[in-house]
């Protein structure tokens, strides 16, 4: 459908025009990134590069979304769902940055304030997907390999762990120019492609607006990397790791997809894993696994460069979301 493609070009037309005046705009606000002293040495000159580039990121991808809709995509509420799910997750992200940058310090909102902030936002996404989700949103697990099972009156808290996790995922991958963009591109066209496979042959309507708002991000976070590749002009910062992070979890909540995320957010999950495996060892065992998490902080201290990290994240990524998307296209194979 042209509207897909339409949501992409306007997303990254977008992105890339306005790229220079955001990144102006946020220098004479003063923005610029605050980096922790424990992190990697070389990253402390990044101090000061400005960041909120998440406000023109989601800006595109609404403008870019809404516009694929007034061209004849089926306006759908899950696909409204998703749009808002988001723009609230960019907007606890918003929040984040504001106070980095206001009171001049790294940690931003405290970790009890983000999660009870997406804790509220996983109760309004449990309640999209409970009203508008096909075929039955409290049915999870991987229908391809004939692996599911009704969760009932679980379903909130699985939901709000796929969407904890995501943010979390987005969030620690963006670490190194280029990186947590890059990844997002990856998965959002793996799903831009199911969205419309399951429109296409599966007759889900919503699967049209899922696919055109995954087209959107991809323009948006395209756009974005042509000011975020190494050396970067300005992060996404919270803005945009967390409404990205909420984008993914949305849709795949949507599509019914949620464990197979794990394949198709493959190094986001590993991001994540690697905090994990770093803090337990260091509880239970005084010792430490990585000389630094999250992962790609490990193999920069292992002597990578940093666009060599990168790369190699992203071919990872795309192995790794090839592989989910194999699964996913199992199905289709039999109708």
Known sequence: MYQIIVAAVIALGIALLLGPLWIK???????GQQIR???????LAKSGTPTMGGVLVLGAITVAFITGELLGAPFTKAGLVVLLTTLMCGGIGFADDFIKNHKMRSLGLTARWKIFLLFLVSLFLTWGATQF???KASVVGVSQLGLTIDIGVFYFLFVFIVLLATTTGVNFTDGLDGLAAGNVVIIAGVYSIIGFMQYRHLHIVYGLDLAVFGAAVIGACVGFLW?????????????????????????AIFTKTEILLILIGGVLVLEVLSVIIQILSYKLRKKRVFKMAPLHHHFELSGWSELKVVVRFW?????????????????????
Not at 236 to 241: A, E, I, N, Y
Request: hydrophobic share 50%; proline share 5%.
């Open 25 to 31: 705009f946020v220098i004479r606000q003063g923005i």
């Open 37 to 43: 002293e424990e992190g990697p040495e070389r990253h």
């Open 133 to 135: 989700a096909y075929p």
């Open 227 to 251: 000011y975020n590749s190494h050396p970067a002009e300005i992060f996404m910062g919270d803005t945009g790791s967390l409404g990205l992070g909420g984008a993914i979890a949305a849709i």
């Open 315 to 335: 071919i990872i990524a795309a192995i790794m979301a090839a592989a989910g998307f194999t699964i996913f296209f199992v199905e289709i194979l039999k109708l």
